[in-house]
């Protein structure tokens, strides 16, 4: 018989987490008390997204980890859903430019 998950044993992966959708999906795992990941463009915003998190409410502590991964390429996906229970897709791309068809 499967022993049910509970919050703090189970990890979701939340797409997009500099995002206004993605911050607050996180807050709420987090309060639940769930272990999160969250994927980011340039992990060189993980400081900045911690801190609005943080000033949000949010109690950020190890719980929450950071990947780098972008929507329109492959590298660093396989890495961020390893070992996750649930992907909450959150994350939208932001083309920097709008071509001519």
Not at 47 to 61: I, M, N, S
Request: aromatic share 6%; charged share 20%.
């Amino acid at each position: 018989m499967a022993t049910p998950e509970t919050p703090s044993s189970t990890t979701v992966l939340v797409t997009g987490g500099s995002g206004f959708i993605g911050s607050h999906v996180i807050l709420q795992l987090l309060a639940a008390g769930y272990i999160v990941r969250t994927t980011i463009r340039s992990l060189g915003r993980e400081t900045e997204v911690r801190k609005t998190l943080k000033d949000a409410g949010g109690d950020v502590d190890d719980r929450l980890s950071f990947y780098a991964a972008d929507l329109t390429k492959d590298e660093g996906w396989p890495e961020a859903v390893a070992s996750c229970t649930y992907v909450l897709h959150v994350a939208s791309p932001f083309p920097l430019e709008v071509g001519n068809p």
